[in-house]
């Protein structure tokens, strides 16, 4: 039995969610979402509670129960408050800008590089060396996050590069003298 899948979603107040067969649409006061789900998962509205089922006890549909539950949710949240992903520049030289949607990244190359928001993404830019991505769909803003941190990953000799706020970089010793 999935435990997570089992758990009832409920809608707060101000959000409508409308379900067409296999097309869920969530409009809330940030904006609105829209996702396919798969077939062998149904969902019942009763008032302002969402319950997920599945057809049969099958493995795929046991894993698509949880996952389907856990994207529902994401996306009423992600209406009612926006999902935001901190990212911090370190190294000498190295900093932000923001120019308009863009973000102009300078990191050691012999140019800048200017990442592109996607449609749906906000970036915040308080300091020279932080990166706040705002954003309803919680999967866009983790996909957007992580292709700016491909831009410069963190080295582990000298802790330079694009690092998640919360992430920790273990140090490696470099070269002793003999």
């Known amino acids: 039995m999935s435990r997570i899948g089992n758990k009832p979603i409920t809608v707060p107040a101000g959000v409508e969610v409308k379900v067409d067969g296999n097309h869920v649409t969530v409009k809330g006061p940030k904006g609105t ?41 994401n996306m009423i949240n992600g209406v009612v408050n926006e999902y935001t992903r901190e990212l911090q520049i370190n190294g000498v030289g190295y900093r932000v800008a923001k120019q308009g949607n863009n973000l102009n990244l300078t990191l050691g190359y012999s140019h800048p590089v200017v990442f592109e928001a ?38 582990v000799y000298r802790g330079k590069g694009i690092k998640y706020a919360e992430e920790v970089i273990r140090r490696k010793e470099g070269k002793t003298g003999k």
């Open 33 to 73: 979402l829209e996702r396919e789900i798969h077939k062998n998962i149904s969902l019942e509205m009763d008032g302002n509670v969402i319950n997920v089922k599945r057809i049969n006890d099958e493995p795929a549909n046991r894993g698509l129960h949880g996952l389907t539950r856990t994207l529902l949710n």
């Open 118 to 155: 996607p449609q749906g993404i906000s970036f915040d830019v308080p300091n020279p060396n932080t990166i706040i991505v705002k954003g309803i769909d919680k999967e866009l803003v983790g996909q957007t996050a992580a292709e700016i941190r491909t831009k410069r990953p963190p080295e």
